[in-house]
């Protein structure tokens, strides 16, 4: 079961490009422990996770403001989250702009 806490993210930018408009939330500071294979017993720490990834649809060029709220799954630390948008072009699949924060508690 997922319990969540909500949070709402505002998206702002002046110039920039069309395409389509991404948003992921993202988790640093995870780790696990390998019970199997070559790794057995080994504490292997991980780049940040995603934890979601959303499409918000297309962006024309120009000024870009969007609201929306989040679900924070509860187990998450999120003192360790961070929330990257990202504008990709959506023929070729090449990002042209990105931005990134800490998701403010």
Do not use: Y
């Not at 120009?62 to 989040?70: C, H, M, R, T």
Request: net charge neutral.
């Amino acid at each position: 079961m997922l319990r969540t806490d909500g949070a709402q993210l505002h998206i702002q930018g002046e110039a920039v490009p069309a395409g389509v408009l991404w948003v992921a939330v993202t988790e640093a500071g995870l780790e696990t422990t390998a019970t199997r294979g070559e790794n057995r017993g080994r504490r292997l720490l991980h780049a940040p996770v995603v934890r979601s990834f959303r499409e918000l649809g297309r962006n024309p060029a120009g000024a870009v403001q969007k609201e929306l709220g989040l679900e924070v799954d509860r187990a998450w630390t999120r003192a360790k989250l961070q929330v990257v948008a990202a504008v990709q072009d959506p023929v070729s699949g090449t990002i042209l702009a990105l931005g990134s924060t800490a998701l403010e508690n």
